[in-house]
């Protein structure tokens, strides 16, 4: 684990540079990309309970019951989180928008190897689980100097601050149930580079409105 945990901190800080690059703690989200932000989250996280459950039922698991109960506890927590994404889009007056290219490349992606290489979804879960907790200062700075973020349209981002749920440490700890094998490991730290660089693309489209090409 300790090669998962220091890959955490990589990308944790190049989340964290990013957001200090484009100086959003002094002077706030621009509205246009925090709509972007919550535009992608939508449709990322709309029907990422299935990959969760798929996941529970591979044969790779049949041994470890508890960390299949932590798979399908963790996705029906986050089976509605789509929707909070939308209630805070409809509080800003927008609408969800197309799918992003990107969110069509990490869902095409991983969807395709979910049964034959569960670990590699599982490493851009602890991507996505983790990244933004090495910014939260920074995070809550930009949210008290954005003059159109309230209570009414930031629910998504406050949750996934993950200080209300700490989706990441437990991700952590529940891998740490598994007897990991080097293939595993290797395989984890596969999924945790593809889906930094998807996510890093992602960030370029939220704050320029450009994908890349």
Not at 21 to 45: C, N, P, V
Not at 139 to 164: A, G, Q, T, Y
Not at 188 to 204: C, D, N, P, Q, V
Request: charged share 30%; aromatic share 10%.
């Amino acid at each position: 684990m300790d090669q998962i945990e220091a890959k955490i901190k990589k990308v944790q800080k190049q989340l964290r540079d990013l957001l200090i690059s484009h100086d959003y703690a002094e002077k706030g989200f621009e509205k246009e990309a925090y709509i972007r932000y919550l535009q992608m989250q939508y449709h990322l996280t709309n029907g990422v309970q299935e990959d969760f459950f798929r996941i529970a039922g591979n044969r790779r698991f049949v041994k470890d019951r508890k960390f299949r109960d932590f798979l399908c506890n963790f996705a029906h927590e986050e089976e509605n989180h789509y929707l909070l994404a939308e209630k805070d889009l409809k509080a800003l007056g927008a609408e969800t928008g197309d799918v992003p290219f990107d969110v069509k490349l990490w869902k095409g992606y991983f969807k395709q190897i979910l049964l034959t290489n569960p670990m590699i979804r599982l490493g851009g879960t602890c991507v996505l689980e983790n990244i933004s907790n090495g910014s939260t200062d920074l995070l809550k700075k930009s949210i008290e100097n954005s003059d159109f973020i309230d209570k009414s349209n930031s629910r998504f981002l406050v949750i996934h601050m993950h200080e209300e749920l700490p989706h990441g440490d437990q991700i952590l700890s529940a891998l740490k149930l598994l007897d990991l094998t080097q293939t595993d490991t290797q395989e984890l730290l596969l999924g945790m580079k593809e889906s930094t660089i998807i996510f890093m693309r992602l960030m370029h489209w939220i704050i320029t409105g450009k994908e890349l090409s």
